[in-house]
Nanobody, 120 residues
């Protein structure tokens, strides 16, 4: 069973930075894709950034150039460095781990979410 625990959220002024962390239990971290999603009330959860098991990355257009995803396989941890934060970045941020079962089907695991609030 995989458990994901996020940390690092909080209240920050616009223009400042935050770093989110997500620690994963289990033994499949290094072979899994990791991602950060965010959600605001009444809206669908959206992808912010993702990193494959081999290090390729993908970012939402809204965060390109400001956010950086990284991972440390020795610590089973994925990070999201968020710079130049804007009020519209405020959301609950969720960590995601995507693994594949023996049939090749994706299996998603989610953290509990961490709130990011950006004051203008």
């Amino acid at each position: 069973q995989v458990q994901l625990v996020e940390s690092g959220g909080g209240l920050v002024q616009a223009g400042r930075s935050l770093r989110l962390s997500c620690a994963a239990s289990g033994s499949i971290f290094s072979t899994s894709a990791m991602g950060w999603y965010r959600q605001t009330p009444g809206k669908r959860r959206e992808l912010v950034a993702a990193m494959s098991s081999v290090g390729s990355t993908n970012y939402a257009d809204a965060v390109k150039g400001r956010f950086t995803i990284s991972r440390d396989n020795t610590k089973n941890t994925v990070y999201l460095q968020m710079n130049s934060l804007k009020p519209e970045d405020a959301a609950v941020y969720y960590c995601n781990l995507r693994a594949y079962d023996s049939s090749g089907r994706a299996v998603d695991y989610w953290g509990q979410g961490t709130q990011v609030t950006v004051s203008s």
